[in-house]
């Protein structure tokens, strides 16, 4: 065979590759149509089931849009522990849709879908259609980011948001020039402002900004397709990441000083009042998952292959990891913000054959990247699968836990509360979903009654009794038994003598109106 034919036949094979049959085109979109399709019916479905699912959160917040809904303001008249985009992404549509739990749980669910976006950016990026089908899949089936998008909470709109941000930096570090350079990076830093300002969780930065060194050191040393231009990018995305924030703050700097306090301090000293003695187990047990093990091998081979772009994916695991190991109180739907690194990394086993691999594998190679891809895509689909099978668990606990006594007793509640006092009166309670379901309000600056809140002083016995005395509260209700812990013990004294009871339903479940 000729010099020439091999030529001919090598560019026909780049060619082809580069360039992929119609067939295969759009059945890779069908599949990625598909399981965003299905990706939406798994979070509207038993969306609106009348139960709080986190326990605790979810009435605060619902609480908390009540409360913007009657004309207060985050920061001023409503406590609130986290930064300010959460709840503005969320009121608009919470609004519209009539303030129930139902419409405020919809928008939680419609920006989970970005992390779908993000995934399947980056694993566009790292292994092509099939990377970013497989990401796609591995984030729909994972049930903690599936519970989370059905949950009122700050996690899955600040986890949605950093992999979006990681997956625009990956897009923009493949096309670095021109317009579509600028726009990759404006898109990068305003995705990464907003996944800040849903929660103050900032590990993101660390993938972002290793590219952007990266990408000034090729600057540096001139490397090919660099020139004189190639840094504007880099100015374009720093410049949206802090006119971002600018613009979702701005609204909030005559209360600066009670930001910095609701949102930082109060952190930082109920960190030093609870204390870290379950994160380790509750890593390792997260870690030890399927998923982590998926990612273990996603790590062994992009390390085999010689493929540098695992370092920051490696650089965002471990200081998320680390993160969460400091965060005091760590509670298990934390652990979601470690799934897009989990994520990532397993998308790395099925990436592209090296170039230059590491020498150990020199001979041994060619063997070797026949299985890797495969392996990969096995363990992908047992993860998958494993999945699978605890989404189901998930529903089926979810359908019970709206019927279960609990659940019965609560309404039971609701009724009690809305006959004793008028929609227009408030209720101190340390049970804000009750009042939620009974369309009753507490005082904005007790939407907020949480057990770190009490323990860490932010929450006082006089701050509940100045609050109870304001003439629009006229019920009290002690139902979850925070109201009953020692720092805030005095408070049951007082009412005994300012309110009359009308209702007991356990021991330390009870009603009390003026």
């Not at 089936?141 to 600040?158: C, G, H, N, R, V």
């Not at 949102?263 to 030890?288: D, S």
């Amino acid at each position: 065979m000729s010099t020439s034919t091999i030529a001919n036949n090598t560019a026909t094979s780049d060619a082809a590759r580069a360039h992929p049959p119609r067939w295969q085109i759009i059945l890779s979109w069908t599949a990625i149509v598909g399981l965003f399709a299905g990706a939406l019916a798994m979070r509207l479905y038993d969306l609106g089931l009348l139960f709080d699912r986190d326990g605790y959160d979810e009435g605060v917040y619902w609480q908390t849009l009540r409360a913007m809904s009657a004309g207060h303001t985050l920061y001023q008249q409503i406590f609130y522990s986290q930064p300010p985009f959460f709840l503005l992404s969320l009121y608009p549509g919470f609004a519209l849709f009539g303030c129930t739990l139902w419409s405020a749980r919809l928008g939680i669910a419609l920006i989970s879908l970005l992390g779908l976006l993000g995934a399947l950016l980056l694993g566009k990026v790292l292994a092509g259609r099939l990377g970013a089908i497989v990401a796609l899949l591995l984030l729909i089936a994972d049930p903690l980011y599936l519970a989370q998008s059905q949950t009122i909470q700050a996690e899955a709109p600040s986890v949605a948001l950093s992999l979006l941000a990681v997956g625009l930096a990956y897009m923009w570090w493949e096309h670095p020039e021109g317009v579509r350079g600028l726009c990759w990076a404006a898109l990068t830093g305003i995705a990464l402002s907003l996944s800040i300002l849903s929660k103050l969780f900032v590990s993101a930065l660390v993938p972002v900004g290793l590219l952007m060194l990266a990408r000034i050191w090729q600057i540096w040393q001139r490397q090919s397709g660099t020139n004189r231009t190639s840094l504007r990018p880099i100015f374009v995305g720093v410049a949206a990441c802090l006119m971002t924030m600018l613009v979702v703050l701005l609204p909030f700097v005559g209360s600066s000083q009670k930001l910095f306090q609701d949102v930082i301090t109060f952190h930082i000293q109920a960190g030093a009042v609870i204390g870290r003695a379950e994160n380790t187990k509750l890593l390792r047990h997260f870690l030890f998952s399927a998923l982590g093990l998926t990612a273990l091998y996603g790590t062994f081979a992009a390390c085999l292959r010689r493929d540098w772009r695992v370092v920051p994916l490696l650089a965002w695991f471990l200081i998320t990891a680390f993160l969460l190991w400091r965060l005091s109180p760590l509670f298990p739907h934390h652990l979601v913000e470690l799934t897009p690194t989990l994520i990532a990394l397993s998308v790395m086993g099925i990436g592209k054959p090296p170039i230059q691999p590491i020498p150990f594998f020199q001979g041994r190679l060619p063997v070797l990247a026949k299985c890797i891809t495969p392996l990969a895509l096995l363990l992908v689909l047992a993860t998958t699968a494993l999945e699978a099978q605890q989404d189901v668990g998930y529903y089926q606990t979810a359908t019970v836990r709206s019927g279960d006594a609990l659940a019965h007793l609560e309404v039971h509640v609701v009724a009690d509360l809305q006959q004793a006092i008028t929609p227009d009166q408030l209720v101190v309670t340390d049970a804000q979903f009750i009042a939620d379901l009974a369309d009753r309000n507490t005082p904005p600056s007790l939407v907020d009654t949480s057990m770190v809140g009490i323990v860490s002083g932010y929450v006082t016995a006089q701050e509940l009794i100045d609050a109870a005395s304001e003439p629009q509260v006229h019920a009290v209700l002690f139902f979850s038994g925070r109201f009953h812990l020692r720092p805030v013990g005095a408070f049951y004294g007082w009412v005994r003598q300012h309110f009359r009871r009308i209702h007991t339903y356990w021991p330390g479940q009870e009603l009390w109106v003026r």
